[in-house]
């Protein structure tokens, strides 16, 4: 008993002295929740996609906290209220583009002030595919926390891999439009989109994070989106979609 109390001493403490601030302890809660994710989370995918909290923890101004941005509109709700943030597309000028391009990620908090549920609609869905999108997320409870760079890696091994197609580059870019900018490397194409997100407030020095850069990789041979990596309110989503694929017949 002495030996497990030790540890979990040292653990409290570790998070304490890499974060300094409550928040980031309420976050890694949230992590340990990820290793029993049926018992923690649902998912509900249709036109968007839902991960709903059983037992929440986050605060509202947890959010605030590690994006140092406010969300586009906030409304207050019978069960406690919800939050939404717009992100638009934009070209070099950093302007909106015309015909517009734009998603939302919303949140909702109870009573409590708690995160209950966390939504990304259907646009947001053409480059994160929902089962894709879920795996991802059922990673992240057997995966490994980098302390210097403040990063957590899924733990892909352990997801059952998913026997579904990818988005093809053509019906991307038929919902995207056209990125930004276009890095050829030796197997793959990268489509750089830029988004910006509809906020509020922004906290001094931390202007850089209204605007995300989201880079979509494009496999050469089967036309296939392969990677998604961007930065969404502060929060840093790369998803290697192939490691959670299954292999088919001619890859095996």
């Known amino acids: ?60 101004d947890d959010f605030v906290s590690l994006a140092r941005l406010r969300p586009t509109e906030e409304t207050p709700t019978p069960d406690g209220k919800h939050w939404r943030y717009w992100f638009h597309k934009i070209n ?11 998603f939302h990620s919303d949140l909702n908090f109870n009573k409590k002030d708690k995160l209950a ?5 259907s646009l947001f869905l053409e480059i994160a595919p929902p089962k894709f999108l879920e795996a991802s997320l059922r990673s992240i409870g057997g995966g490994e926390i980098n302390k210097d ?15 579904a197609d990818l988005p093809k580059k053509s019906v991307v870019v038929a919902k995207l439009g056209q990125p930004f900018e276009i890095k050829k490397e030796k197997d793959k194409e990268v489509y750089i989109y ?9 906290d001094e020095g931390y202007e850089d994070r209204a605007i995300s850069e989201v880079k979509l990789s494009f496999d050469n041979k089967t036309q296939e989106l392969i990677r998604m990596a961007g930065r969404f309110a502060g929060l840093k989503i790369s998803i290697n979609y192939k490691k959670f694929q299954e292999k088919s017949a001619d890859e095996s």
């Open 149 to 163: 760079k403040m990063q957590l890696r899924g733990n892909t091994d352990a997801i059952e891999k998913i026997a």
């Open 92 to 102: 070099g000028y950093n302007k909106p583009v015309s015909p517009k391009v734009e």
């Open 1 to 60: 008993m002495k030996t497990k109390t030790i540890r979990i001493i040292c653990l409290f403490l570790m998070v304490a002295t890499l974060t300094g601030c409550a928040y980031w302890w309420r976050a890694y809660q949230t992590y340990q929740q990820m290793g029993e994710f049926d018992k923690y989370f649902s998912v509900v995918a249709a036109e968007d996609f839902t991960l709903k909290f059983k037992e929440p923890i986050m605060l509202s």
């Open 117 to 121: 549920a966390w939504s990304f609609s």
């Open 194 to 202: 830029r988004f910006l997100l509809d906020t509020k407030t922004i």
